[in-house]
């Protein structure tokens, strides 16, 4: 059974870093594209990053220049690395991937159980 586990949020300062992690595991016959979104209190969860398997991205306009997505194929692993942290961009962080489990036949999108990050003084 796939499974992805996102990890390394926490509490930090305005215009600290955090780096994001995201590991899928199980039965993987291949990741198609890999993201990470955002949901903050009272709003809809948002794309924040996304990569390609070939490692084209693109951002949200309110994180480009400081967030930075990238993979590790070879670990099945998504990180996102986030500098110059502003409050606003507190909120649950879960990664997204399209993968091919073995014996499906198809892509099916899985989501990480969310890891809260919070920025403030």
């Known amino acids: 059974q796939v499974q992805l586990v996102d990890s390394g949020g926490g509490l930090v300062q305005p215009g600290g870093s955090l780096r994001l992690s995201c590991a899928a595991s199980?039965?993987?016959?291949?990741?198609?594209?890999m993201a990470w979104y955002r949901q903050a209190p009272g709003k809809e969860r948002e794309l924040v990053a996304a990569?390609?398997?070939?490692?084209?991205?693109n951002y949200a306009d309110s994180v480009k220049g400081r967030f930075t997505i990238s993979r590790d194929n070879a670990k099945n692993t998504v990180y996102l690395q986030m500098n110059s942290l502003k409050p606003e961009d507190t909120a649950v962080y879960y990664c997204?991937?399209?993968?091919?489990?073995?014996?499906?036949?198809?892509?099916?999108?899985?989501w990480g159980q969310g890891t809260q990050v919070t920025v403030s003084s």
């Open positions: 990569i390609t398997i070939g490692g084209r991205t």
């Open positions: 997204n991937a399209d993968i091919f489990e073995y014996g499906t036949g198809n892509y099916y999108g899985y």
């Open positions: 199980g039965s993987i016959f291949s990741i198609g594209p």
